[in-house]
Each structure stands twice: as C-alpha cells, then as structure tokens.
C-alpha cells in the first residue's frame, strides 16, 4: 500500500526569504553601479555655464571692460556673455552614469569628443589654444567697439602662422604684412581671407608684403584646402593701434565666442546713457576685425544660462540659427544678428522697446 507523497514545506521563513532577495538585488545594483562609474566612454557632455555680466564689476570694484584714456560713462542693465560649461576631454573621459545622466538631462547634450577637441591634443593645449582665441577675441572686440563710437583705430595684417607642405611655406615669413593682393589693397583679415579664397584652387594670386621696411612681390600658386577652397596655408593676424587703453578681465574663461559682447560694453562704458536702457540682455558670438559675427557650439546651453541668469532677450548668429530653432527656453525671445551694426541696432531698439518687427531664427532659417 502506497502512501500519497507530502509536499516539502519550505522552512525558511518568509521574512528570511525576503533579505536574502533583497540581498541578491542589492548586490546585482552595486555591481550596475560600479560599472556605471568605472567604465568610461569617449564623449563630453554639455552644460550651461556661468553667465557673466560685461558692463559689470570684478571683485577688487574695478569694472570688467576698463577704458583708460578717454571719457567713460555710467550704464545700467546689462550685457551677458554666456558659457558652457563642458565635461569630459581627452585625458578625462566620462563615465558610464555621466553619459546616461547627460542624455537624461533637458538641458545638456552628450556628443563624442572628437567634436570639441582636436585629435592629438593634451588639456594643457586646449587651455592654451582657448587662451590665445579669448586674446583674439578680445583684441578684436576693442577694435570693434571703439571704431563704433567714430575713433579711428589704425591695423596692420601680418602672418602669424604659415602651414608646412603649403604654398606659403619659404615664400612667406612670419610677420610679413600683408599689404594688397591681386593689386587690391587689403583693410582686414576678412579682405585677405575673401580675395585669395575666391580663386579656384590651382590659380595663381600675388601677394605683396612688408617686410623690414621693404615692398615685396610673391607670387604664389594656390593649393586646395578642401571642399575646393582655395588658400596658400596662412594665418592672417590683425595688428591694432588703439587710441585709448582699454582692458578686458574675463577670468579663467577661454575660447572666442564672447566676442560680440564685449565690443557692445566697450561701446556703451564710451557713449552717453545706457545702451541697454536697463534691460538685461545676453548673447553670444565671434567678431572678427570688420565686425562680421560668427558661429559658436552650444548655443542652445547658453540661451539656458541666460535664461537662469534672468536675461529677457538673447543676441544669437544668423549662422547658428538652425541650433536655436526649438531650443529657446519660455520666456527668452532670440535676436539673430549678422555683423555689429545688427547688435547694436538690436540693442538700441530693445532699449527704445521698438522690438515688434525683430526678426527672428524661424524667419531666417526659413529664407
């Protein structure tokens, strides 16, 4: 006679059970955390950065952009250049959990690091190149901005850097400045840059240069520097004789892209009244020596800086356009402009609170 088989009861108790499952799962979130932070990916996640007012002061009480020499005037309102503030580089790669988090995060943007740093580059030439292009910068904003108030500032072009297996390379030398080509006398970088980048790669362009007081004649073939661009492998410095001493004190923050505004402080500390009519405006953007503005990254993490900064208005590139459609934070209206005089225009009809016929990115993104 058999006998019905009894199951087993389970003698763990419940409770019991319950730990050792909770023991398992926490066990199984350590080793998930330990990989997030221990594995590193080649990208760099973009933050807002600080936002710092140019028609404002340093902490010793001396003002940002300081003019010595000529009759300043007080202001109110301000002028906001805006940064991003950037994680990870080539000998900091970020984590796992930073790159999720990047992703998670509205208002940053993960990209891979190719896309912000140069191959074969260490930090310390980074910092060094952000430097030299806030100098630059700087350089060109004072141009700018004093030319702006009617004060002539006379320029000289020179070669700052000559590329090796180029055209230039024995024909040019560094210093040498730039006088005319092609028989038209040369102003600005941009003159240069236009005249030699409208010939088609393989033709020849004639360069006459200054060099230890003497007038000389180069005739160079050419070269293409991709995408059919014609060059001969030079960097064209502008070289500036400023009427009056006019300081620029960013702090520690590199790279060209505050150009733009700091030409507008250097504006409005030499006019009378406000040019801001205290609004607080921010923007961002390079300027070059004829006060074209140009293109910058980031821009939408910037509009986000300024908007946290309480910015009401934002100064943008035409050029960046594409980037700022869908990315203007409630409550921030954008302004593209193309060259100085568009800045300026906008920053006096903003003051005047004429600003209903403002174009905007949508209009010139739809041309």
């Known amino acids: ?79 906001y250049f805006t940064t991003v503030r950037v994680v990870g580089g080539p000998e900091r790669h970020i984590s796992g959990w930073e790159w999720v988090m990047g992703h998670l995060d509205d208002d940053s943007r993960v990209v891979p690091e190719e896309q912000l740093f140069p191959a074969d580059t260490s930090e310390e030439e980074i910092e060094e190149m952000n430097a030299a292009q806030m100098q630059g910068s700087q350089k060109n904003s004072i141009a700018v901005g004093l030319r702006s108030t009617g004060a002539t500032v006379p320029q ?21 400045e730039i006088v005319s080509v092609d028989g038209s006398r040369t102003r600005t970088v941009a003159d240069i840059v236009d005249k030699i980048s409208a010939r088609s790669p393989g033709d020849d362009v004639e360069i006459v240069v200054r060099r230890d007081g003497r007038l000389r004649t180069v005739k160079l073939t050419t070269a293409d520097l991709g ?21 620029i004190d960013a702090g520690r923050v590199g790279g060209p892209s505050a150009g733009m505004m700091f030409a507008l402080a250097v504006r409005d500390r030499l006019t009378p009244g406000a040019m801001t009519g205290g609004q607080r405006i921010a923007g961002t953007g390079t300027i ?13 993490q910037k509009m986000v800086g300024a908007h946290d900064a309480g910015a009401r208005w934002f100064l943008a590139p035409e050029s960046n356009c594409g980037d700022v459609v ?42």
């Not at 950065?49 to 140019?54: A, I, L, N």
């Not at 297996?165 to 024909?171: I, Q, S």
């Not at 995408?227 to 300081?247: L, T």
């Not at 070059?288 to 939408?300: L, N, R, T």
Request: overall charge negative.
């Open 1 to 79: 006679m058999t006998h019905p088989v009894q199951p087993v009861k389970n003698t763990v108790p419940r409770s019991e059970r319950i730990a050792r499952w909770i023991l398992v799962v926490s066990f199984l979130l350590l080793i998930v955390v330990l990989a997030g932070m221990l594995i590193k990916v080649p990208y760099a996640v973009e933050r807002p950065g600080p936002v710092t007012d140019t028609l404002g002061t340093l902490d010793d009480g001396t003002s940002l952009v300081a003019v010595k020499g000529a009759k300043t005037y007080p202001t109110e309102g301000s002028l």
């Open 156 to 176: 000289v072009n020179v070669v700052g850097s000559i590329a090796t297996k180029l055209p230039a390379k024995g024909k040019l030398e560094l210093e040498d």
């Open 227 to 247: 995408d059919g661009r014609a060059g001969v492998g030079i960097g064209v410095e502008p070289q500036y004789d400023y009427p009056v001493e006019v300081r």
């Open 288 to 300: 070059d020596d004829a006060g074209v503005v140009g293109p910058i990254g980031g821009i939408a």
């Open 326 to 367: 869908g990315h203007v934070p409630e409550g921030l209206t954008v302004v593209p402009v193309g060259d100085f005089d568009d800045a300026t225009e906008a920053v006096d009809d903003i003051a005047k609170g004429e600003t209903a016929d403002f174009a905007t990115c949508e209009d010139v993104v739809a041309r």
